[in-house]
C-alpha cells in the first residue's frame, strides 16, 4: 500500500507543468534553509547538558556515598524523600522519626543497587544474563561525562559518554567501563540529531573469567542441545542472548564516524544488521541511561518507575524502530 502511494505520488509530480516543478523545488529548497537554523536548538540542548553537569556532580557524588554506607543520610533529606513518597502514594506510611537530637541516620550500605537499577529498567533487564550478575554487582556508580576530544574523529560538543564504576572484582581490571556516543552535526526529519557513532572500551578481562566468551559458549551449547532435540519448540531464545558487557564492545560498523551504510560481517553481535538499526538501539540504551536511569535511580530500584515507563528493548534488532529513532536526513 505504500509503495503504491509512493508511486502514485511520483506520478503527480511528474504530471505538473514546469513551473509548478520549478515553485515546489524552491519551496524544497526554502524547506533545506530552515534546517541550519532548527538545528541550532538541539546542539544547545546538550551544551546545556554539559553546562549543568557539574552543578549535579555534588548530587550525584552524595549519592554514591550514601549508597556504599560511607556516609548517612540527613533527617532533611529523610523528611523531603517521605513528602515525595506521599505525594506519589497516597498509602505511604512514614518511617520511625530520628530521634530529636540526630541529625544524620546510621551509614548503612545498600548491597547490589545498580545492579537491581538496570534490572528494573525494561528495556536493560533482558541484556543483563545469569552470568553477568555477579559481575554487575560489583558495580558502584554510573555516570555521565561530556568529552573535551574524541578518538577518531567527530565533534565532541556533540558526544557524551556513559562511565560503569566498579569495585575490584575477580573478572576484570578495570575500574571504570566507558561508553561514548557522538551525534551528527545534522538533523534529521523528525527534527533531532542523526547519530554518528559509538565508542567502546577495552575490557581487561582476568584469567578464565571473559564474560563475553562464557556467554558465547553457553549458546554454542543450547544451539547443540537444540540441533540434537527434534522438539519443534521455539519459544526459548536463550542460544541468542549475548553477555551484557559487550554493550561495551560494540561491532565495528558502528564505531567510525563515516556516514556509510554497511552490514556487518563475521561472528558475534550485530551479525547481518544493519548500521542504521544498530546505531538506534545502541543510542537508545545510552539516552535511556543518561536521561533515565541515572537521574531516576532510586525510581528503578524501588520499582516506582515501572508507572511512566514504556515497554523498549534495546536488544531487539528484528524491528530497529522505538523510542529512539535514527529518522532520515531532513534535507
Not at 515525595?84 to 512514614?94: G, L, R
Not at 545469569?130 to 578518538?151: G, N, Q, R, V, W
Not at 560498523?253 to 556509510?260: F, G, N, R
Not at 538506534?280 to 532510586?298: C, H, T, Y
Request: aromatic share 10%; proline share 4%; net charge negative.
Amino acid at each position: 500500500m505504500v509503495s503504491q502511494q509512493v508511486d502514485d505520488e511520483d506520478d503527480y509530480y511528474e504530471s505538473l507543468p514546469v513551473d509548478v516543478k520549478r515553485a515546489i523545488q524552491g519551496l524544497r529548497g526554502l524547506q533545506a534553509a530552515q534546517v541550519g537554523i532548527r538545528k541550532e536548538p538541539q546542539k544547545e540542548v546538550l551544551a546545556l547538558e554539559r553546562k549543568y553537569a557539574q552543578s549535579l556532580q555534588a548530587l550525584y557524588g552524595r549519592r554514591k556515598q550514601v549508597i556504599s554506607g560511607q556516609i548517612g543520610i540527613s533527617k532533611e533529606e529523610i523528611i523531603l524523600g517521605e513528602v515525595q513518597s506521599m505525594k506519589e502514594d497516597a498509602d505511604y506510611q512514614n518511617l520511625p522519626a530520628l530521634s530529636a537530637n540526630t541529625t544524620t541516620s546510621r551509614a548503612v550500605q545498600v548491597d547490589g543497587f545498580w545492579l537491581r537499577v538496570l534490572k528494573g529498567h525494561p528495556g536493560i533487564e533482558g541484556m543483563i544474563q545469569e552470568t553477568d550478575e555477579p559481575a554487575l554487582h560489583y558495580l558502584t556508580d554510573i555516570t555521565i561525562s561530556y568529552p573535551t576530544k574524541l578518538s577518531g574523529g567527530g565533534d565532541p560538543s556533540l558526544a557524551f559518554s556513559v562511565n560503569f564504576h566498579f569495585s575490584p572484582n575477580k573478572f576484570f581490571s578495570n575500574s571504570v567501563l566507558t561508553k561514548t556516543y557522538v551525534y551528527k552535526d545534522e538533523l534529521g526529519f523528525f527534527g533531532t540529531l542523526l547519530y554518528s557513532h559509538v565508542i567502546g572500551d577495552t575490557i581487561r578481562w582476568k584469567n578464565g573469567n571473559d564474560l563475553i566468551k562464557l556467554a558465547e559458549e553457553e549458546a554454542k551449547k543450547l544451539d547443540d542441545n537444540d540441533d540434537d532435540d527434534d522438539s519443534d519448540d521455539d519459544d526459548d531464545d536463550d542460544g541468542d542472548k549475548a553477555s551484557f558487557f559487550e554493550f561495551f564492545c560494540p561491532p565495528p560498523s558502528i564505531t567510525v564516524p563515516e556516514d556509510i551504510q554497511v552490514t556487518v560481517q563475521g561472528t558475534g553481535a550485530g551479525d547481518g544488521i544493519d548500521k542504521e538499526d544498530l546505531l538506534e538501539n545502541d543510542f537508545g540504551f545510552g539516552e535511556a541511561l543518561k536521561d533515565q536511569v541515572i537521574p531516576r535511580a532510586i525510581d528503578y530500584f524501588t520499582g516506582d518507575a515501572l508507572a511512566y515507563e514504556l515497554d523498549v528493548d534495546f536488544d531487539d534488532d528484528d524491528e530497529g524502530e522505538g523510542e529512539y529513532g535514527n529518522d532520515d536526513d531532513d534535507d
